[in-house]
């Protein structure tokens, strides 16, 4: 009998998108005034359910570095943060085709209804995190919220160039807006 060696996948199976639906409910509160949106929750953080799941990272050691404290752990930790710093989370994206996290294989986007979301809300500024969620937001929601974003570098795991104290030197400006003196022009 013929033992049958495994084949490698096919080139098409490599670069398979998957349909991803964005689970992860928002983060905000009626005095939130700095909105930080991502383009989509990657695997890991759709698993844990909530923002910036993968341990490699590095957004909730950068922001908690910002504001002079202890690593977050928990997500009621990171929610309570979120709350006494006026911060909220969300993403450009509710829908996607996705190869893992990778968003250059990003398809068939759909986007939050970002205006929807922070009509209630104090937010004066918007950030985004990379240049995928600059890309979408500039192109789905800008209109829609009437607010120019400003781009910060990703904190993710292939934005390995930047060390986390470039991160917080870049992430700095967010704390310039929580009293909403400032716009974002």
Not at 1 to 15: I, N
Not at 32 to 59: A, C, D, H, T
Not at 71 to 85: A, N, T
């Amino acid at each position: 009998m013929a033992v049958k060696t495994p084949q490698p996948a096919s080139d098409a199976a490599k670069t398979a998108l998957t349909h991803v639906e964005n689970t992860l409910d928002p983060i905000i509160f009626p005095d939130s005034r700095v909105l930080l949106l991502g383009s989509m929750p990657s695997p890991k953080s759709r698993e844990i359910g909530f923002y910036f799941g993968n341990p490699q990272n590095r957004f909730w050691r950068v922001v908690a570095t910002l504001y002079g404290e202890k690593p977050l752990k928990s997500i009621p930790e990171k929610i309570d943060f979120c709350k006494r710093h006026h911060l909220a989370l969300c993403d450009v994206l509710k829908a996607c085709d996705i190869k893992g996290a990778s968003d250059a294989s990003i398809a068939n986007p759909i986007p939050h209804n970002i205006g929807a979301l922070i009509q209630d809300s104090s937010i004066c500024a918007i950030f985004t995190l990379g240049g995928t969620a600059t890309k979408f937001y500039k192109r789905y929601t800008e209109q829609q919220t009437g607010i120019s974003a400003r781009q910060l570098p990703s904190t993710s795991p292939a934005n390995a160039r930047m060390s986390v104290d470039d991160l917080v030197e870049e992430f700095s400006i967010i704390k310039k807006f929580s009293n909403c003196e400032l716009t974002i022009s």
